[in-house]
Nanobody
Framework: QVQLVESGGGLVQAGGSLRLSCAASGRMFSINDIGWYRQAPGKQRELVASIRSGGSTNYLDSVKGRFTISRDNAKNTVYLQMNSLKPEDTAVYYC????????????????WGQGTQVTVSS
């Protein structure tokens, strides 16, 4: 199974930008669907963006137009470009391989790692 490690988080002012990276080890990364999740203190984890092996993408409504997910299979890496950041984007961000359920929902696979902290100051 592919192993993923997140990086690129940090502290940024509102309106700023960050690019998160999700580096994969293991074989056959290019066939994996990948999701970026986030969890803020006291809140449930939510799916922020996903990218299928074929390149199609989906986004949480609150980040549409601000975040862009992309992948570079040659580098075994998925990115999350985050622009126009808001304080409510503050959270720990995780990338996960996902599978598509029969009802179209995505299910994250495997255990959760440390993630990368994103803090947006007002």
């Amino acid at each position: 199974q592919v192993q993923l490690v997140e990086s690129g988080g940090g502290l940024v002012q509102a309106g700023g930008s960050l690019r998160l990276s999700c580096a994969a080890s293991g074989r056959m990364f290019s066939i994996n669907d990948i999701g970026w999740y986030r969890q803020a203190p006291g809140k449930q984890r939510e799916l922020v963006a996903s990218i299928r092996s074929g390149g199609s993408t989906n986004y949480l409504d609150s980040v549409k137009g601000r975040f862009t997910i992309s992948r570079d299979n040659a580098k075994n890496t998925v990115y999350l470009q985050m622009n126009s950041l808001k304080p409510e984007d503050t959270a720990v961000y995780y990338c996960k391989p996902v599978t598509v359920l029969a009802d179209g929902r995505l299910l994250a696979l495997g255990s959760w790692g440390q993630g990368t902290q994103v803090t947006v100051s007002s």
